[in-house]
Each structure stands twice: as C-alpha cells, then as structure tokens.
C-alpha cells in the first residue's frame, strides 16, 4: 500500500496528466483514516505558489475534496478568494461543490463567477453551480438566464435552466417563461422548457401560449412546447386548447402530429369533437389535411359518425366531406359513397323530370300540328265539294238554259273548274308536304336537342363520381354546354315553324 505522504511527494514531481491520474485513483483507493494524515500537506502544496508550477497546485483541490475535513473545507474556502491562477480557482469551485455541503461554499463560489474573465472557466463554474442543489444557488442560476453575448453564454443560460428545473424552483418560472419568449437559440429554448415542466407550475402556461409560432420558431421548440403545453396546462383551458388547435394545421406534419397528439392526451373524452368542429371551420386544403391527420390518430367510428351529418353551411358540409376523404377507411368511404349517390340520384329525378316535361311538350306540338293539318284538310274538302256544287249547277245551267244562261253557265262552269282543281292539285299538296317537311325538321332539331342534354348530364354524373373536386366552375361549364344546345336548337325550330309564315307574307 503506498504511502500518502509519498503520493503528495509524487504529485509534485509528475509532470503528464496522466502520471497525476494515477497517483489520484492510488491516492481515493487508501483508507479515510490515511488521508488525514496529508491533509496539511496538500495544503501547503496548494498555497505553495513561489516553489510549485499552477497545474501541479490545480491536483490540491482534488485531493483535499477526497480527504472532504472540514479543514480541507475551510483551506479551500479560504485559498479561493485570494488566488490568482484562475486555473486552480477552477478546480476549487469544482470540489466545494461536488465534494462538500452548506449553503455557505455558494456565495463564495458565485463571486468567483463574477470575478472570472475566461470565458471556459465562468462556463465550468456556472456548469458546478447548476449541480449544485443548493437553494442557495438559485438567484444566481436566475441572473444566468440574462447573460447574453457569444455561444458561451447560450452555454451558462442552458446550465441556469438545467439548474432549476433540477432544484423545482418556483421563483425561477416567470424568469424562465420571460426569457423563453426572447430566446434565439432553440437549445436553450429547449432547455427552457424542459425546466419549467421539471417545475410543474401551471404559471408556465402563459408563456408556452405565448410563444410564437410560425417559420421563426425551430421544430424542436414547437414539439417541446405543445408537449410540455399539455402537461402544465389546467383541465379544459381553453387558450391551451386553442394553441395545439392552431399547431394542428403546422406546414411542419411532426409538429402537426405532435400537437394532435397533445390535444388528444389534453382533451381526452372531447377530442374528436373539438378536432371535427375545428375542422368544420377551415377552407384551405392544406389545413384539412392536416385535421383528418388528427382525426386519424382517434382510433373507432367516433369521428366518422360526427363527419357523417356534420355542417349546416355548404362550406362546412364540403369542409366534411373532404375530411372523410382524408381520414378515409371503409365506413367513411361508404358515406361518402351514399352522400354521392344521393346527389346523383336527386340530379336524375330533376333529369328525369326535365326529359319527360320536354317529351310532353313536343307530343303537344306534334298533336297541335297534327290538328292543324286536319282543320285544313276539313276546310279545303269543304271548299272543294262546294266548287264541285258550282261547277254541277253551272253544267245544269249551261244544258237546260238559254243561249245567255247557257253561256254564263259554260264560263262559270270551266272558271269554277279551274279553280277547283288549281286548289285541289296546288294549295293542300304544298300545304301537306310543307307541314310534313317542318314536323320532321322540328322533330330532328328537338331529338338533337334532348340528345346534346343527354350527354351533358353523362358527363355530369362522369365528372361527379370520379371521386375528383367539382366545384362552382366545373357546374358552370356544364350549364354553358347546356345554354349553347338550346341556342342552336331554337333558331332551327323557329326557322321551320316560321317558314310557312314567311311564304304567305310572299
């Protein structure tokens, strides 16, 4: 077993570190009752400054805090306020720390902070002061969280947090929450936020709703925060709820997701309802997309019964039917299945209606011009079977009369002839082929008529089962389709309707 006073010996004429390493893990592995014996002795070496290089006098410390006297204490407390080698001030903040209790060693410990101008040295110092555990330590790990400048002191306002979130310091919340809302760097923000939920204070609320959102603020922060959110957030707060709401419809799906997962652990029970509503609300095909991710991870038939019949408005019902497109499975394709064919099936009956109010329309201009026709067939039978009277009486006249009847009669009789058979030959054979030739025309213009509708409302039903949106300017497409067919139909029927008017007026 080596000697102790043989190691101190040994630690002043070592000169690599790893020779020093060595008679440390030899020096811990003695007895208690052997380290008391050197304890003057390793403080002499520690006050030795003329004869012993600050490196050499740097191990002291070391060795004292595992001698962990009083007197190794007090040595310690005393040789840190009036040394000069910031190296050896270092090692003696690190064993007071680690190695001793009381409140009494942070004060001193926390000068030693202030005084420090190497920037490595104020991060070790801030980093023991963070473990420290001592209640006594918490201003001093509040005052760390205002330190700005290089990435040094990002470094000692991380081990502010880590400390008291360690130590559950309740006058550390608001300190923490006001610089959480001015933090660049998201590690510390982080940090930050990790601390407050280590509080547990619901005072912290405010300040995760305040935290901006948007691309300014790092993903990790945003996941952190809305956890952390639904943690420390009283039962049914609702600036809570809207917060994670908002974060539902992130660009960033993780932080999407994250959030839905928040309010679903948050809300419980009323999730679905809450997500459906916010749902309802929304018009952007981006910010659906991203409510049925959420309504997706709500496992059942929950959400797709309060999709089925919900909306009021057309924009929340076409807000639904979109999310049960996203959220998909098969109970939500069959209701939207049912929901289309039950537009389809009304579109039909409107058709269907149409196509029989146009047929009976026609039959009534067919039988209006049949009708027609037979008034004039009756009118020039009438007048021929006249004519036929006249020309028999005139013959008559002609036959048993006198020389002047008989002449009289003779001019009648071929006059009335004449005219009987100009009308009999001319005026019904043009009339009856003129009618006809407008009835098919009429006829066929109609027929292409219904036809062109026909194919409109196909590619209607085509269009509207394809699964794919149709919206306002497809609908109006269809109607200009619609609107073209009857204004090439019409002239054509009022072309042959008309053409007999036209002849008479000739």
């Given at each position: 077993m080596p000697d102790p006073k043989e190691l101190v010996q040994a630690l002043r004429e070592q000169t690599t570190l790893e020779q020093r390493e060595i008679i440390r893990d030899q020096f811990a592995a003695l007895p208690a009752s052997l380290h008391e014996s050197v304890t003057q002795d390793l403080i002499d070496l520690l006050g030795d400054v003329e004869n012993t290089d600050n490196i050499t006098r740097s191990w002291a410390p070391i060795l004292l805090g595992k001698i962990g006297t009083p007197e190794a204490r007090e040595a310690l407390l005393d040789r840190l306020s009036r040394d000069e080698s910031h190296h050896v001030r270092m090692w003696i903040c690190k064993t007071l720390i680690r190695d001793f209790t009381g409140d009494d060693r942070i004060g001193p410990v926390a000068d030693c902070f202030d005084r420090e101008q190497t920037k490595e040295i104020r991060i070790q110092i801030a980093r023991v002061l963070a473990e420290s555990g001592s209640p006594a330590a918490v201003p001093k790990l509040i005052e760390f969280l205002s330190q700005e400048g290089s990435d040094d002191e990002e470094v000692i306002r991380a081990y502010g947090a880590d400390g008291l979130g360690a130590q559950k310091a309740l006058e550390g919340v608001e300190p923490l929450g006001v610089r959480l809302l001015v933090e660049d760097s998201w590690t510390v923000a982080i940090k930050i936020i990790h601390a407050l939920v280590s509080i547990e204070d619901a005072g912290a609320v405010q300040y995760l709703c305040e935290l901006r959102q948007g691309?300014?603020?790092?993903?990790?922060?945003?996941?952190?925060?809305?956890?952390?959110?639904?943690?420390?957030?009283?039962?049914?707060?609702?600036?809570?709820?809207?917060?994670?709401?908002?974060?539902?419809?992130?660009?960033?799906?993780?932080?999407?997701?994250?959030?839905?997962?928040?309010?679903?652990?948050?809300?419980?029970?009323?999730?679905?309802?809450?997500?459906?509503?916010?749902?309802?609300?929304?018009?952007?095909?981006?910010?659906?997309?991203?409510?049925?991710?959420?309504?997706?991870?709500?496992?059942?038939?929950?959400?797709?019964?309060?999709?089925?019949?919900?909306?009021?408005?057309?924009?929340?019902?076409?807000?639904?039917?979109?999310?049960?497109?996203?959220?998909?499975?098969?109970?939500?394709?069959?209701?939207?299945?049912?929901?289309?064919?039950?537009?389809?099936?009304?579109?039909?009956?409107?058709?269907?209606?149409?196509?029989?109010?146009?047929?009976?329309?026609?039959?009534?201009?067919?039988?209006?011009?049949?009708?027609?026709?037979?008034?004039?067939?009756?009118?020039?039978?009438?007048?021929?079977?006249?004519?036929?009277?006249?020309?028999?009486?005139s013959i008559y006249l002609m036959l048993k009369g006198e020389d002047t009847a008989q002449i009289l009669g003779g001019v009648g009789a071929l006059s009335g002839l004449g005219t009987i058979l100009t009308m009999f030959y001319k005026g019904p054979m043009e009339k009856i082929e003129r009618s006809v030739a407008n009835l098919v025309q009429t006829e066929i213009a109609f027929l292409g008529y219904i036809r062109q509708v026909t194919q409109i409302t196909a590619m209607f039903e085509r269009e509207y089962l394809s699964g794919e949106a149709f919206d306002l300017k497809d609908l109006e497409a269809l109607l200009n389709y619609t609107e073209n067919a009857m204004k090439e139909t019409m002239p054509l029927v009022s072309l042959y309707t008309a053409r007999r008017e036209n002849k008479d007026r000739k």
């Open positions: 691309e300014g603020l790092h993903e990790q922060v945003q996941i952190a925060a809305l956890k952390a959110l639904a943690q420390l957030a009283p039962p049914e707060d609702d600036k809570a709820v809207e917060v994670m709401l908002n974060y539902c419809c992130a660009p960033q799906r993780t932080v999407a997701l994250t959030a839905a997962d928040s309010l679903i652990r948050f809300l419980k029970e009323t999730a679905a309802e809450t997500l459906v509503n916010f749902g309802l609300s929304q018009s952007d095909p981006a910010f659906i997309a991203r409510i049925a991710d959420a309504l997706r991870m709500i496992r059942g038939d929950k959400v797709v019964a309060l999709l089925k019949n919900a909306g009021k408005s057309p924009q929340e019902k076409e807000a639904a039917r979109a999310l049960l497109e996203q959220i998909g499975g098969a109970q939500a394709v069959g209701i939207l299945v049912d929901q289309r064919m039950a537009t389809l099936n009304q579109a039909q009956s409107r058709v269907q209606d149409f196509d029989k109010q146009a047929l009976e329309l026609f039959h009534d201009t067919v039988e209006e011009a049949k009708r027609g026709f037979k008034i004039s067939l009756f009118m020039s039978t009438t007048i021929f079977i006249i004519g036929v009277i006249l020309l028999a009486g």
